[in-house]
């Protein structure tokens, strides 16, 4: 089946959607992006992930090429049309083609951003095989730029960080900076100690996750104790849980970092319990 997109107004066959070569995200990664997940036909936490995008906007001096409205139509009409029941809508905004290669760009009140939307139909994506075994990750030293709180395009790092995982048989890696894990490779990342759950403070260093948001205040609502600060690997590896969060991996169990198992190297039971919260509530909200 041919998916259809959208493409600067236009809901196209995927196989005729053109960009131009002299794109800035294709030349420069001038671009952000947002990945929004579908459960039972209905966008999840759809309203973060709006806000956050104005905020990259805001942060890249990128002009928004609708309204947030707008773009919430788009979204639907995609899920309509590509029948997409369990999935994902990813977003993505560039600053466009405003002319020849050049480190220096025009006015953004001048130019012509260019907007994509697609779906990936994700049959399963609530009930992933993973929640039940646990993730097994390994560290990295993160060698990113330093403004990860803005959601970019400049996703080479991350993506190599995944494959030296997959290379050493697992499933994800945890960059680590100044002695300190910042995040996973696409998600916040979290230690449990007994009933304290601790995980990176927001700052320029990590990605503002609309997941972790929602996590942390639904375990606040169930009275875990949140505490937002930095942890090492050997801490972590102590721990007695570990998992993470993103927009499509909800929250996910650690079970094993570095080859040390974590706890008794099983998903534990509040990481499964703030994955079934998580998956219920926001249901619940799904517009």
Not at 1 to 26: C, H, Q, W
Request: glycine share 8%.
């Amino acid at each position: 089946m041919t998916r259809t997109v959208y493409l600067n107004g236009d809901y196209l066959p995927e196989t005729e959607a053109k960009v131009s070569i002299f794109d800035r995200a294709f030349l420069m990664a001038d671009g952000i992006y947002e990945v929004t997940s579908v459960l039972e036909g209905k966008l999840i936490d759809f309203p973060g992930h709006a806000t956050r995008l104005q905020r990259s906007l805001s942060e890249l001096d990128l002009r928004a090429p609708c309204t947030m409205e707008e773009l919430l139509e788009i979204h639907r009409e995609l899920i309509r049309v590509n029948e997409i029941t369990e999935g994902l809508v990813y977003l993505q905004i560039t600053r466009g083609a405003p002319g020849d290669r050049d480190f220096v760009f025009p006015d953004p009140e001048t130019t012509e951003p260019t907007i994509v939307l697609f779906t990936q139909n994700k049959p399963g994506l609530a009930t992933s095989p993973m929640a039940d075994t646990g993730m097994k990750i390994i560290s990295i030293e993160d060698q990113r730029w330093g403004r990860r709180d803005i959601k970019t395009v400049q996703l080479l790092y991350p993506s190599m960080g995944k494959m030296m995982a997959k290379k050493a048989g697992c499933d994800d890696a945890w960059m680590v900076e100044d002695g300190f894990v910042t995040e996973g490779t696409s998600n916040n990342a979290y230690i449990v100690k007994g009933n304290k759950i601790i995980t990176r403070a927001l700052s320029n260093d990590i990605l503002h996750g609309i997941t972790r948001a929602a996590v942390l205040r639904f375990a606040t609502e169930a009275q875990m104790e949140v505490e937002e600060r930095n942890f090492s690997i050997e801490e972590a590896q102590g721990a007695d849980e570990a998992f993470i969060t993103s927009a499509s991996a909800f929250v996910m169990p650690v079970v094993e970092i570095d080859g040390t198992a974590v706890g008794d190297g099983k998903p534990g039971h509040r990481a499964k319990r703030l994955r079934e919260i998580y998956l219920e509530e926001s249901l619940k909200m799904a517009i």
